[in-house]
């Protein structure tokens, strides 16, 4: 405000050139810190200090996002050549058994395979709310639902509202690089601890780089696959099949069972671990041309800052010349 | 008169008018989908594996000439698909031999020797354990855990291992150990006799 009033005192031919109004109010409004009036170098004129900080640390934030998006392409380009190759491996489960997303039975265990490492978009909130709605479908009399949680940010999210029907949690399960005798003793594990009816995987099924699909795959207990076989419907046709090996029917039924959900979970953390890398390249891609648009703004801000405060000087320059010529 | 002409004109163009997205999807569960809309009508339902199967060729009337194999492995898949005479896979309740039009069948698989016959060649290849399905329309599933073509396999390792497992089992003293010991014999012996048989 005395900036103005005293240009508007000294020569109106100056003030076309400069125009200070919108000047405060932009530096009011895009930094949050209090204005310098004073700066270092003891013009009375706001600091350019404070936005060459910012303008220093949007850059390293850059820097830092770019550095993260090429180590996502690279972890992806790995992993996705192992998810590929490990589709075969559930397919014959589903055309044998079919789909029973909609079964209807007593124990359900919902198994959400999320992340462990945060800043990679929304793939881990969409499991966690799939996982919820799961657990409110089979709700009612008589049924219960529990979690098994692979991954920390799962996990999070899960023990702040259910963390009474979580049944067991696992984290770092990408430390040493996936491998299907990990993921079996892993499968083991679950199925010793926790009893079961149906086991559904929740998981975000790598379509592309761009794209993740939120699927749920369905396991049942054996007890539940003959009871769906007499049942007829999709699986009537087991019984057509002969069953060799083994000394019962039910023995050979319980090791298909039991190898089925490990194949695909197999599967399933291969697909997330690749979705996760994918979901972070695009997010540090975002976040990087975030930070360049900002860096545009504020080196504009800069300038203007920077060429206000060498008219303020050289008006003072100059009216005080003429003060003591005049 | 012009109220008549612009109602049957809208219905023509709604009636004709093919858009798209709709493209033929395989029948996901619908009944999922309705239960998931009652109770979250917000949130898309996920998909499920059912969606995207490779569509299976239907049940033939006659006898097919070929058998279609899948040989799939957790890294890999050996055989996609893949037309051949006959295969003969290690059950647990012995070498059973597969062809076009073999009854449908589950059978649970032991460390042994499999062989894909197509016309003169055969391909041989030691699975670790796993399971074969045959369904009805000559299709043949075989998912093992491992598998290495048997050209591959080291005879002296195998004799070493052979001699190892012999002894552990010997000296076994809990069940566990017994049964892991026999396990390990029962692999060795089982590479020993693809190396000679």
């Known amino acids: 405000m005395a900036m103005a009033a005293a240009m508007r005192r000294e020569g109106k031919r100056l003030a076309p050139l400069i125009s200070s109004q919108p000047i405060n109010n932009t530096l009011r409004s895009s930094l949050t810190s209090p204005l310098d009036q004073t700066s270092i170098g003891g013009a009375r004129s706001i600091s350019t200090q404070i936005v060459r900080n910012r303008m220093k640390s949007v850059k390293n934030i850059q820097k830092i996002t770019k550095a993260m998006k090429m180590v996502a392409a690279s972890k992806l380009r790995a992993v996705q050549t192992r998810a590929e190759n490990s589709r075969g491996l559930w397919q014959p489960f589903t055309a044998l058994l079919g789909d029973a997303a909609s079964v209807d039975v007593k124990k359900n265990v919902v198994v959400t395979v999320s992340s462990d490492k945060g800043l990679c978009g929304g793939i881990n909130s969409t499991s966690v709310k799939i996982s919820r709605v799961l657990s409110k479908l089979n709700s009612g009399p008589d049924k219960e639902t529990k979690y098994v949680i692979l991954g920390e940010k799962a996990k999070a999210q899960l023990i702040r509202d259910s963390k009474k029907d979580i049944a067991l949690s696992l984290t770092e399960l990408q430390k040493n690089p996936l491998n299907y005798t990990q993921v079996s003793v892993l499968a083991d594990d679950i199925l010793k601890n926790v009893e079961y009816d149906a086991l559904r995987i929740v998981f975000n099924k790598f379509h592309s780089v761009v794209q993740f699909i939120p699927t749920v795959s369905t396991v049942l207990s054996p007890e539940i696959v003959e009871r769906e076989a007499e049942a007829g419907g999709k699986l009537g046709e087991l019984d057509s099949y002969e069953i060799e090996g083994g000394e019962t029917k039910s023995e050979v039924l319980q090791n298909l069972s039991e190898f089925q959900f490990s194949c695909v979970m197999f599967n399933a953390v291969l697909e997330n671990a690749c979705s996760e890398q994918g979901a972070r390249m695009s997010a540090m891609d975002s976040s990087s041309r975030n930070a360049g648009d900002m860096l545009d703004r504020l080196t504009l801000t800069y300038n203007r800052t920077r060429q206000a405060s060498i008219t303020t000087e050289l008006i003072e320059i100059i009216s005080g010349a003429s003060a003591l010529t005049g | ?197």
Request: glycine fraction near 4%; proline fraction near 8%; hydrophobic fraction near 40%.
């Open chain 2, 1 to 197: 008169m012009f109220r008549r002409a612009t109602s049957t004109f809208l219905s023509r163009a709604a009636a004709t008018r093919r858009f798209s997205t709709d493209v033929a999807t395989p029948a996901a569960d619908s009944a999922f989908v309705e239960a998931w809309k009652k109770v979250s009508p917000n949130l898309d339902p996920p998909k499920t594996p059912f969606e995207f199967l490779k569509p299976r060729p239907p049940v033939p009337t006659t006898l097919p000439t070929k058998l279609t194999v899948n040989f799939v492995l957790p890294y890999s898949s050996q055989l996609a698909a893949k037309e051949v005479d006959m295969v003969i896979v290690p059950a647990t309740t012995g070498q059973m031999g597969v062809l076009p039009g073999h009854v449908p069948t589950i059978a649970e698989l032991k460390p042994g020797v499999l062989s894909v016959h197509e016309g003169n060649d055969t391909t041989k290849y030691f699975v670790s354990s796993g399971f074969v399905f045959i369904h009805a329309n000559s299709v043949a599933d075989i998912i093992a855990v491992e598998a290495v073509p048997v050209d591959q396999i080291d005879a002296s390792l195998v004799q070493k291992g052979l001699q190892e497992f012999t002894q552990k089992l010997n000296s076994a003293s809990t069940d566990l150990e017994k049964a892991e010991a026999q396990i390990g014999v029962d692999v060795h012996s089982a590479l020993n006799s693809a190396l000679t048989g």
